[in-house]
């Protein structure tokens, strides 16, 4: 019979009428009020009806995985021996990985020696050119850059407030730990330690040189105090006179003039191309 | 050679690709040679051969289809204009590719429309972009950018406003990165260009006439304007690009008499940002992200397609690991969750542009909703996925579907990931389709507004090169996930929708029962993903290199997107050691091409009418105009 498809059809609109209505009275409008529980009804799976979120009254909580503009992780204050230092090396990977080209990064030098240092002297995020894509995250190394879950980036004043420089994007490590408890965890069984790469390999340095050199097996115990009594020289080390460190010079400071050399060739051979590309 | 002899003829429709290209070579061994560049594939036909050697392609041959039509610059490496041509035959199979070469000077191709229209927009890009000239071509303007643009953008030589460096990553950034605004560097206004006879007071003129002067096709705008009063039976109407129902800024321009439509032309470009430019300055996986922008409803199948491209290039390299099976369920699962998406999307926008104003739209964006909020916590964005890596993905599915949030709200949700997931397939999902085949396939209003109304013929579906629903809508079941199997669709089982009328009824039709396949493929890999718990979704167990090199080739990776068939087609010109940079970066993009045939389809219908084919083909404009 004609008309009856339609009828159907304004049944199922009929029954979502109804069904708001069922809920709020199963939840005694409980639903609406703010709190954690019952805005949990209303996101839930199994909710019926009325499901908007009153934002920003209301603010749905975003995954783990969720990316927005990115942050530094620095260590946190207590921290034992690298209170305030940052995660990054200023390796430039997350600059030659962003697809929009977003982070400017000045590798910092030592005042003394004028050789690079393991972390940067300033670091810039354009936030209106991020695309939010995580690479990276995803891609340094050292899990330094992480992705935020704080979207209310909202400003009067692009020209000022939208390039994010190092201590507007640094954020202490717990941060990190608070917001992403899991992926932090992972990151750690990769890392296979919760301390930054370095820093543990300093660590293992440490404890190895102090056993070679005291090769006695009572030495053996307490290797970790010894770890962080090296590590910590040799965070030190970094701005004032050169670390003693166990086996002669930074080994760090040898990779980096090694990079350097490298890259300066392959700065040459880019300028080459560029040249036959121009002809 | 026009006439060979019919047995052989016979054979020659079903003649692999291989025989076709042998068939070729030694029919018009003067107009044919092998493209026997490393990586690369099919033949280099003769411009001035090329009409001729086209038909016997579509019609001996039985090539049918003509995927897509794309150029190339390559300058400084020949120094010629290239244009690749991609046809299929509709009953399957692999590609037939051919390419015709001319100088970069005086840039001219035979055009192909009078043997495939759907090389009409295609062509016009090519002049656009490319600034090759198709004699024979019935309307060839500029299609993305504006007439009285300076230069071919996709040229290698040409450079953009805010040019930096030929190529990503840029050395300006890092180790001494000293943060600049382009804009303050390179002030927008001293660097654009005029072509010499344009006439910049054109750009002043605020009478009607200007607005209609870059058009050509059907649209006689001269003799209409010059009739005044009411005498006039025949009207210009303009549509858009700020109107709600083109689906973001897209114009129409028909001309009407009475009620009815006798011709429309899409005007189009408002959106373009010369995406394929970008993607040759990026690196490959720099493009990843880029491609979520696109068709933003699925941007999971746009990185399939994508990364299918890039994987078949750097399948020809040494150290290549093809994606783990886990990781290829994985994938297959995320595209036929945007692929439900993305037809919820476009039936509920569908039923706005006809008049069911948004009631519908929202019921199906519930579902949606939850579906999106799988995505973001997997892959971190709802809409931009940027999922997929080259031979893997970017992580593997969380444990539990969670939110540790510092905002506000903390344990709002929290579900177990297979849980979700099951619930979701097997009772969310289908429920969803239930209620929407309810609501709407009975429906007596629906009915008479959508049947008989935009139809596209079987022929014309496949001369036009529509794609996706469109073109099964219209009775050719040309699925690429069967026509030319890709990832694991080999093993699922599922069928191709297809609906006989070719009107707007029958692509919605297509589009519920696709969903429904959808349903049943991502049950079947439900299982799939339980029995590879715990492998690696990539296959050397650790995440793939962030520059990765690609070796010397070309690649067309097409994959069957809501809309249609997505294809990139990608070519690396490195040398030894492959390169790191896309030499030419083309999205042969569904939403555009399908637009092709919206003349024909909206000819003799009312204007209300319209705005509901647009909506049955389905555009989104990001994809559009890229």
Redesign the interface.
Known sequence: M?????A??L???LR?FVESYVDDVRYGFRKYHHS?DN??IR???KTKGV?TVQYPD??????????FVPFLIVEDEDHPTRAGKDWCT?C??C?????P?C?????GNDPNTGR?VPEPE?F?I?IDIC?????CA??CPFDAIK?D??YELASYDR?THH?HDKERLSKPNS?WR?????RAYEEMLVRGTWEHKDAAKEARRGAASSRASAPRPAAERPAAPQAEVASEASASGETAAPAPAAEGATPWTEDDAKREERRRKA?ER?ARR?AK?GQ | MDNPAPAPERQLDTATVDEAIGFLRSEHADAVTLDDRDGYEGIIVEGGRLLDIARVIRDDLGFDYLSSATAVDYL?AGDHLEMVYHAYRTSGGGALVFKAQTDRENAEIPSLVSIWRGADFQEREAWDLMGIKFPGHPNLKRILMWEGFQGHPLRKDWREAYY?E?Q????????????H?AEEKNVFGKNVTYPPDIDLGRLMDTSESAVYQSLGLGVDVERIMDKDGFETNELVVNMGPHHPSTHGVFRMVLTVDGETVTSLEPVMGYLHRNHEKIGER?TY??????TDRLDYISSMGNNHGYVLAVEQLMSLGRKYNPPTYRCEALRVMMVELSRIVNHLWAIGFWLNDIGAFF?PVL?FV?ER??IL?FF??????RM?C?YMRFGGL??DL????????????????D?NTMQ?LT??INE?IPRTID?LE????????L?ERSIGVGVLSREDAVNYSAAGPLLRGSGVAYDIRRAEPYSIYPELDFDVAVEEEGDMYARYRVRVAEMRESVRILKQILPRLEATAGESIWADGK?GA??PRVPHGEAYGRVENGKGELGYYVVSAGGRGGSANPWRYHVRAPSFINLTPMGIMSRGHKVADIVGILGSIDIVLGETDR
């Open positions: 004609y008309g009856t498809g339609l159907k059809g049944m199922l609109t979502h954690t805005f949990g996101q839930g799976t499901i209301e603010k749905v909580a975003v995954p783990e995985r969720f990316r200023s430039g990977i600059a030659k990985v962003c697809p080209q982070i400017w990064i000045v590798r690079p300033a810039f354009d695309m939010n894509c995580g690479f995803e891609y992705m879950h704080d020209t390039i941060y608070g917001i992403a408890p899991t700065l880019k560029a590309r | 400084g930096e030929e990503k990553p840029f050395d300006s950034r890092w180790p001494g990165g000293h943060v605004r990026n996986l720099h493009n990843i992200p880029f009631t019921y519930q909703e939850r909020d973001e916590a997997v892959a971190g964005s931009m940027n970017f992580g969380p444990a539990r579907i969670k939110s540790v949030s510092n905002l506000t709200n903390d344990r709002v949700r579900y979700f619930e979701m969310r209620d309810r609501l709407l396939t009975q429906n007596e209003i009915l995440p962030y520059a």
